[in-house]
C-alpha cells in the first residue's frame, strides 16, 4: 500500500508563487508516474500536471502550462509543484496522485493512489 501526504498549501496573493510537496511511502513508487489534481467545491477533479518515472516525460494541463512545474526525487520519494504567477481562479484542494504507468491522458478514474489533499487559496 502507498501513502501520499501533501504539503505546502496555503494563502498566497495573485501573482505570487507556492511550492507543494508530495510525499510517498509505504512501498517504493518504481515506474509509477506521480502528478497532481485540483478540485473545486462544487466541481469535477480536474487533471494539473504529472510526470514520469524517470521526468523523461511531463504533461500539463493547458491552464497552467508556463506557470506551474512539476519535479520529483524518487530519492525521496517526493514529487514538487512549483507554482507561479498564481490566479484567483487555481484556488483549489490540490491532490497528488500516483499511477502505474507514465502519466499520460490521467483522469481520475484511472489513479491507483491519492493523496487527502492541500488548500491552495489566492486571493485578488
Known amino acids: 500500500q502507498v501513502q501520499l501526504e501533501e504539503s505546502g498549501g496555503g494563502l498566497v496573493q495573485a501573482g505570487g508563487s507556492l511550492r507543494l510537496s508530495c510525499a510517498a511511502s509505504g512501498r517504493t513508487l518504481r515506474s509509477y508516474a506521480m502528478g497532481w489534481f485540483r478540485q473545486v467545491p462544487g466541481k469535477e477533479r480536474e487533471f494539473v500536471g504529472a510526470m514520469s518515472w524517470n521526468g523523461g516525460s511531463t504533461y500539463y494541463a493547458d491552464s497552467v502550462k508556463g506557470r506551474f512545474t512539476i519535479s520529483r526525487d524518487n530519492t525521496k520519494n517526493t514529487v514538487y509543484l512549483q507554482m507561479t504567477s498564481l490566479k484567483p481562479e487555481d484556488t483549489a484542494v490540490y491532490y497528488c496522485?500516483?499511477?502505474?504507468?507514465?502519466?499520460?491522458?490521467?483522469?481520475?478514474?484511472?489513479?491507483?493512489?491519492w493523496g487527502k489533499g492541500t488548500l491552495v487559496t489566492v486571493s485578488s
Open positions: 496522485a500516483a499511477n502505474w504507468d507514465d502519466g499520460r491522458a490521467w483522469s481520475t478514474k484511472a489513479i491507483r493512489y
